[in-house]
């Protein structure tokens, strides 16, 4: 907002990851958390909780047999979004020119410039970086909900402007509904965080 003000442009995509949960690579996870300095005993003890889980499916009251788990973390349990928060922690040290947010299984990248173009190439340069980050951790982006959005003060709003540079899977967001999401989702933390300081 700081930026908009100074009748910058900030650029954002909004990255989702398709069936984040549910791919999370146990061998890659581990490897994480040895980096993170946990101890060999906590690791052994991770590597327990995730192995030999089994699924099945029940419909109208007929239950499948049940098959192997050997990817993901559980969801709906408390450890689920730690372990696959800790799995994501590293994406922000892949892209040193661009902001990053994470949320869940959601993300967002901006940076300001002073022109769109400038904004998109930075961006795009990201997203190479990032691609290559998701490949080395066997996560997968959902290309229709990955969009992108350009803001800039209203006051020097000079109209739509198409980016060239953008990879083709990143959409330019047909309205501004993420943004506000977003934004509700931004102001509503601050108010958090004020409300218990």
Known sequence: LIKLDK?????????DLRKA???????VLLSKLYYFNFSDSAIKWMASYLSNRKQCTVVNGVKSSFVDCPLGVPQGS?????????????????????????????????????????AA??????????????????????????VFVLMQNVLSFKGCVQWNSLPTFVR??????????????????????????
Not at 7 to 15: D, E, Q, S, T
Not at 21 to 27: E, W
Not at 96 to 103: H, K, P, R, S
């Open 7 to 15: 009748n910058n442009y900030v650029g954002a995509v909004f990255l």
């Open 78 to 118: 408390i450890l689920g979004p730690i372990l696959f928060s800790l799995f994501i922690n590293d994406l922000p040290d892949v892209c040193e020119d661009v902001d990053i947010q994470l949320y869940a299984d959601d993300a967002v990248i901006y940076t300001s410039a002073k022109s769109p173009e400038e």
């Open 121 to 146: 190439q930075t961006l795009s340069s990201a997203l190479r970086h990032i691609q290559s980050w998701l490949t080395r951790s066997c996560l997968l982006l959902n290309t229709q909900k990955t």
């Open 21 to 27: 949960f549910d791919v999370v690579n146990h061998t």
């Open 172 to 197: 330019e967001a047909p309205t501004f509904t993420t943004f506000k999401r977003y934004l509700k989702e931004w102001l509503r933390s601050t108010q958090t965080c004020e409300h218990n300081s």
